[in-house]
């Protein structure tokens, strides 16, 4: 099938009027290589990185190609071409040590402060100013009341603020929160690059972590939950019962009469992280709990339906094109009349605050649930 009804929602393709940067032309490209059409070359790499694997193609195809599956297997197999910045290929491996990632974060932060960051290889010479990050706290596990496991994976050391907002809401409704230690990285980010060796050990560390869990494993950071729910999909052994995005699994099991949440008379405007939105669909979700808020106006971003550029690791590795989705994100929410942004994958948030100041702040939607609650 060569429809091309997927050609208008592709942000390389709106951008480059480029078939070769298209999913059509994507796809045939890795067709040609698997049948022995094309050899494996860097030019050839060079289209399938620069996807940001947002999978808008495999929500809008009609034939339900699986975009995605194809992406991962495209990048295994081109991982041998010479990768864009071996630097970045070595912080891949800081993910195997959450520590070490928000050192390696704390780091490259006061760089970025400094302009010490211009003293590197490009990409990471572009690396634009980060913003600080919330300070981790070791959440406690807590028994009574219907059993769930917390993932928090590699990011949770950069992102203390919304750990400590799910730990709230999950205890307030009565939730028991194992948090197994010897949980790890989801592995995406090195899947996204090709390394299927790291990738496949950081998951299984993850599913062994997991094994026993008497309920769900539900995650907070929409990025990694759509890969644990991929490897959940594929069939592989061990793998917990049930992987949920936390808003999905608060919207399908407190009822709404249970919040009891304080008013908040103010404009939420909602991004929809493509992880959310195109391979979990489980968007709406964060509308429904946002609502239960009394006397809040709750709003989607424009343009929900493209890729911030943040993509995994795509900003460091892509930063022209990451820069481009991400100024347009930052127009749309100065653009729109609203006090507050929240969105649910920090990968996300950390792309749209990048830079200069962003326009508005932009928080996990568990940090607004969180703040309204008990206050009634
Ligand atoms: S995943 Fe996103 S960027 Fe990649 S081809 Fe599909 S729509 Fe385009
Ligand atoms: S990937 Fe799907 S939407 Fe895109 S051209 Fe092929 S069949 Fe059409």
Not at 305 to 312: E, H, I, V
């Amino acid at each position: 099938m060569a429809c091309g009804l997927c050609l208008p929602g592709c942000p390389t393709y709106q951008r480059t009027a480029d078939e070769s940067e298209s999913p059509r032309g994507r796809v045939a490209l890795m067709r040609a290589v698997a049948v022995g059409r094309l050899q494996p070359s860097v030019t050839l790499k060079a289209h399938i990185d620069h996807c940001l694997g947002c999978q808008a193609c495999e929500a809008a195809c009609p034939s339900r190609v699986p975009y995605g599956a194809l992406l991962t297997d495209a990048r295994a197999l081109l991982a041998s071409q010479p990768p864009k910045a071996r630097l970045y290929h070595t912080l891949l491996h800081a993910t195997q040590a959450p520590r070490l990632l928000a050192l390696a974060y704390d780091a490259a932060r006061l760089g970025t402060r400094a302009g010490l960051t211009r003293l590197l290889p490009r990409p990471l010479s572009a690396l634009p100013r980060l913003p600080a990050r919330s300070p981790y706290r070791r959440p406690r596990a807590t028994a009574g009341g219907r059993p769930v496991s917390l993932f928090l994976g590699c990011t949770a050391h950069l992102d203390g603020d919304t750990l400590a907002a799910a730990m709230t809401i999950l205890r307030h409704h009565g939730f028991a929160i194992s948090i197994p230690h010897a949980q790890g990285c989801c592995g995406a980010l090195a899947r996204h690059a090709g390394d299927t060796r790291l990738a496949d050990r950081q998951e299984k560390r993850t599913w062994r972590a997991f094994a026993d869990s008497a309920g769900p494993v539900i995650g907070f950071a929409s990025g990694c939950v759509a890969q644990l729910h991929a490897g959940r999909q594929e069939g592989k052994p061990r793998f917990p019962a049930a992987v949920l995005d936390i808003h999905q699994f608060l919207a399908e099991e407190v009822p709404a009469t249970s919040w009891r949440l304080a008013g908040l008379p103010k404009t939420i405007a909602v991004h929809e992280p493509c992880s959310l939105r195109n391979a979990l669909k489980s968007a709406e979700a964060v509308y429904t709990l946002l609502r239960y808020i009394p006397d809040a106006r709750i709003v989607p971003l424009p343009g929900n339906d493209t890729c911030c550029g943040g993509a995994g690791d795509y900003f460091l590795r892509e930063p022209v094109m990451a820069t481009a989705l991400r100024t347009a994100k930052q127009s749309a929410m100065t653009g729109i009349q609203a006090d507050i942004v929240v969105s649910a994958n920090i990968g996300c948030r950390l792309q749209m605050r990048l830079g200069e100041t962003a326009p508005l702040p932009i928080v996990h939607p568990l940090v607004v649930l969180a703040g309204q609650l008990g206050k009634t």
